[in-house]
């Protein structure tokens, strides 16, 4: 079983870059994929990108393409979610998710399987 933890999050303004990171323990990530999502007040949750851990392929929506970067550190087994140029949009609760095994990073959410409680991102505007 694979435990997630979000964190980084907090208040900026419009423009500005924020990395939240989310670390994973527990269990293997070989063979999973990590995915980033984010849920707005009365909106879905929305897949933004992943990573496959086995070779650092990543996957992004493309709503954030160009702007949201994901990366991994092995040796921390963390994964970062790099936003730039942020706008009040981005207004959400960020969500870090391992996938079940796969061969790629899964676009969908029901394929995750773990999730972490989540981090809090505001963007004034």
């Known amino acids: 079983q694979v435990q997630l933890v979000e964190s980084g999050g907090g208040l900026v303004q419009t423009g500005d870059s924020l990395r939240v990171s989310c670390v994973a323990s527990?269990?293997?990530?070989?063979?999973?994929?990590v995915g980033w999502f984010r849920q707005g007040p009365g909106k879905d949750r929305d897949f933004l990108g992943g990573?496959?851990?086995?070779?650092?392929?990543?996957t992004y929506a493309d709503s954030v393409k160009g702007r949201f970067t994901i990366s991994r550190d092995n040796t921390k087994n963390t994964v970062y979610l790099q936003m730039n140029s942020l706008k009040p949009e981005d207004t959400a609760v960020y969500f870090c998710?391992?996938?079940?095994?796969?061969?790629?990073?899964?676009?969908?959410?029901?394929?995750?399987?773990?999730w972490g409680p989540g981090t809090q991102v505001t963007v004034s505007s």
């Open positions: 998710a391992a996938s079940t095994y796969s061969i790629r990073v899964p676009t969908t959410r029901g394929v995750y399987e773990y």
């Open positions: 527990g269990g293997s990530l070989i063979g999973r994929a």
């Open positions: 990573i496959y851990w086995r070779n650092g392929d990543t």
